[in-house]
Nanobody, 122 residues
Framework: QAQLVESGGGLVQAGGSLRLSCAAS????????MGWFRQAPGKQREFVAA????????YYADSVKGRFTISRDNDKNMVYLQMNSLKPEDTAVYHC???????????????WGQGTQVTVSS
């Protein structure tokens, strides 16, 4: 069975940085893209960023463009989310996800990690 495990969350002050990691394991042969999503208390899950399986292409939500960077380490089968210039509104549980679809978008994700908490203080 495929598995996604996030790590790297924590508490930072506004303007600070965090780097989230997502480790993929198991039968991932049919995965074509990876993504990051977040969900704050009382709000719907929000798309953050996506990357093609080999890391050739990326796609970002407007709210994080220029501040966040998604990347891959293909040898280690890892996906990262570098978050800079963090704002209190970035506070949420961040989940990584995988998709069978190669279309780089916020939709069609099939596998989800348990999430890691990111808290940005003001």
């Amino acid at each position: 069975q495929a598995q996604l495990v996030e790590s790297g969350g924590g508490l930072v002050q506004a303007g600070g940085s965090l780097r989230l990691s997502c480790a993929a394991s198991g039968r991932t042969f049919n995965w074509r893209k990876m993504g990051w999503f977040r969900q704050a208390p009382g709000k719907q899950r929000e798309f953050v960023a996506a990357i093609s399986w080999r890391g050739s292409n990326t796609y970002y939500a407007d709210s994080v463009k220029g501040r966040f960077t998604i990347s891959r380490d293909n040898d280690k089968n890892m996906v990262y989310l570098q978050m800079n210039s963090l704002k209190p509104e970035d506070t949420a549980v961040y989940h990584c996800a995988a998709s069978w679809s190669s279309i780089l978008s916020e939709g069609d994700y099939n596998y989800w990690g348990q999430g890691t908490q990111v808290t940005v203080s003001s």
